[in-house]
């Protein structure tokens, strides 16, 4: 079979998401979608040249205009939504009315629900809807299942994950290879995790812990918003336990938990010599250029750890994944964990494996088949049993 897929948003990870669609997606075209024309071209152009065939096309088109997608959208098999999450709910339905099924990058847990309600309508249209993708919450909450699949009875699921560069440079130790408004998103707020077989929230920045994590050493991790999607409520009932930590080089604990506690992180205007200053913006304003770079070598680490019972005895199984910006396509390791995990779901999609409806995404296909598609890339993981 040969495949028609749509990227709407032709950025870092739509780009490395079309690549994959080309070389693992059985495609006859990618359309890349951009309201930038020359962005949309020089992506095409790249996976053309990475592909070595005519298989990337640019189109110009907003994605703040859904109707404006449908004529794109008529005879696709499956798109993809690579913009910001606040565009998701229309695409979603925009998608539904072309009967074109719809994976996307999600970022926020509410819009995720709302999408999860069309699920009458999708199912009424013959296409799936798969939100919330990408390397978090998508592959990393991939890896909580398989590590409860490998165990006969899972209680308590531990992940860890993170995109950093490969040689931090003091005082950011950082560089932020996606919007540096999502960072903030994440920093705010509250987590949701399952504890004692419930529900809880957590704040962010608590409950620092340091760990090994080779080849990076001892990191720091902490509780960041945004990770878990709706993995906490379809895992109640089956686990005690099961919650998500970020990774960060020593040191970035304290200086961001400052931030927010300094109220950088609000959204709500203060007044500064008479002028409202929103102090979210005042703050992106000035740290974006610090830890952003047009060129970064970046490595990616993920681990989900399974507490519970295999073959009658308590055990612990760990699953570590690491993946590195890559020389000969020049793709980021946060650009491929989550372009890739969006093309191989939408890969499912295309093939029939996800079948009509809105799916949650951690339970759309079974987690070995999604690691088996990740181990078929070249990204390689180990697992450890206790």
Same mark, same amino acid.
């Given at each position: 079979?040969?495949?028609?897929?749509?990227?709407?948003?032709?950025?870092?990870?739509?780009?490395?998401?079309?690549?994959?669609?080309?070389?693992?997606?059985? %495609?006859?075209?990618?359309?890349?979608?951009?309201?930038?024309?020359?962005?949309?071209?020089?992506?095409?152009?790249?996976?053309?040249?990475?592909?070595?065939?005519?298989?990337?096309?640019?189109?110009?088109?907003?994605?703040?205009?859904? %109707?404006?997608?449908?004529?794109?959208?008529?005879?696709?098999?499956?798109?993809?939504?690579? *913009?910001?999450?606040?565009?998701?709910?229309?695409?979603?339905?925009?998608?539904?009315?072309?009967?074109?099924?719809?994976?996307?990058?999600?970022?926020?847990?509410?819009?995720?629900?709302?999408?999860?309600?069309?699920?009458?309508?999708?199912?009424?249209?013959?296409?799936?809807?798969?939100?919330?993708?990408?390397?978090?919450?998508?592959?990393?909450?991939?890896?909580?299942?398989?590590?409860?699949?490998?165990?006969?009875?899972?209680? #308590? *699921?531990?992940?860890?994950?993170?995109?950093?560069?490969?040689?931090?440079?003091?005082?950011?130790?950082?560089?932020?290879?996606?919007?540096?408004?999502?960072?903030?998103?994440?920093?705010?707020?509250?987590?949701?995790?399952?504890?004692?077989?419930?529900?809880?929230?957590?704040?962010?920045?608590?409950?620092? #812990?340091?760990?090994?994590?080779?080849?990076?050493?001892?990191?720091?991790?902490?509780?960041?918003?945004?990770?878990?999607?709706?993995?906490?409520?379809?895992?109640?009932?089956?686990? #005690?336990?099961?919650?998500?930590?970020?990774?960060?080089?020593?040191?970035?604990?304290?200086?961001?938990? %400052?931030?927010?506690?300094?109220?950088?992180?609000?959204?709500?205007?203060?007044?500064?010599?008479?002028?409202?200053?929103?102090?979210?913006?005042?703050?992106?304003?000035?740290?974006?250029?610090?830890?952003?770079?047009?060129?970064?070598?970046?490595?990616?680490?993920?681990?989900?750890?399974?507490?519970?019972?295999?073959?009658?005895?308590?055990?612990? *199984?760990?699953?570590?994944?690491?993946?590195?910006?890559?020389?000969?396509?020049?793709?980021?390791?946060?650009?491929?964990?989550?372009?890739?995990?969006?093309?191989?779901?939408?890969?499912?999609?295309?093939?029939?494996?996800?079948?009509?409806?809105?799916?949650?995404?951690?339970?759309?296909?079974?987690?070995?088949?999604?690691?088996?598609?990740?181990?078929?890339?070249?990204?390689?993981? #180990?697992?450890?049993?206790?």
């Amino acid at each position: 079979m040969a495949y028609r897929y749509i990227i709407i948003g032709a950025g870092r990870q739509g780009t490395a998401a079309a690549y994959d669609l080309a070389k693992f997606g059985e %495609a006859s075209q990618v359309i890349l979608v951009d309201n930038r024309l020359d962005a949309a071209q020089r992506a095409a152009a790249r996976v053309n040249r990475l592909i070595g065939r005519e298989v990337a096309s640019a189109v110009q088109a907003d994605a703040s205009d859904a %109707a404006g997608l449908d004529s794109i959208l008529a005879g696709a098999d499956v798109a993809l939504s690579a *913009v910001p999450y606040y565009f998701n709910l229309e695409i979603s339905k925009a998608c539904i009315r072309a009967g074109v099924s719809l994976c996307d990058m999600g970022g926020n847990t509410d819009v995720v629900w709302s999408q999860l309600d069309l699920d009458a309508e999708a199912r009424a249209a013959g296409v799936s809807i798969v939100p919330d993708c990408g390397m978090g919450p998508g592959l990393i909450n991939h890896m909580g299942v398989y590590v409860m699949d490998l165990l006969d009875a899972p209680r #308590e *699921v531990y992940l860890y994950d993170a995109g950093l560069p490969q040689d931090p440079t003091p005082p950011w130790n950082y560089i932020s290879t996606f919007h540096v408004n999502g960072l903030t998103n994440e920093y705010d707020g509250q987590a949701t995790f399952i504890r004692n077989g419930k529900i809880v929230k957590v704040d962010t920045f608590t409950e620092l #812990e340091m760990m090994d994590f080779p080849p990076l050493g001892e990191m720091e991790a902490f509780v960041i918003s945004g990770s878990m999607s709706t993995t906490p409520d379809t895992h109640l009932g089956k686990l #005690e336990r099961y919650e998500n930590k970020v990774l960060r080089y020593p040191g970035h604990f304290h200086t961001f938990e %400052a931030y927010k506690r300094l109220g950088l992180f609000s959204e709500e205007p203060i007044n500064v010599d008479g002028q409202p200053v929103i102090p979210r913006r005042l703050y992106h304003t000035l740290l974006e250029p610090k830890i952003r770079a047009e060129f970064v070598k970046d490595i990616c680490v993920m681990r989900a750890i399974g507490v519970g019972e295999k073959d009658g005895a308590e055990a612990k *199984v760990t699953v570590d994944l690491i993946d590195r910006y890559d020389d000969e396509t020049g793709f980021t390791g946060m650009e491929r964990l989550t372009g890739w995990h969006c093309a191989i779901m939408m890969g499912f999609q295309a093939r029939g494996v996800i079948g009509p409806g809105a799916h949650r995404m951690e339970s759309a296909v079974p987690s070995a088949d999604v690691m088996e598609a990740v181990r078929q890339r070249g990204i390689p993981f #180990e697992t450890r049993w206790e």
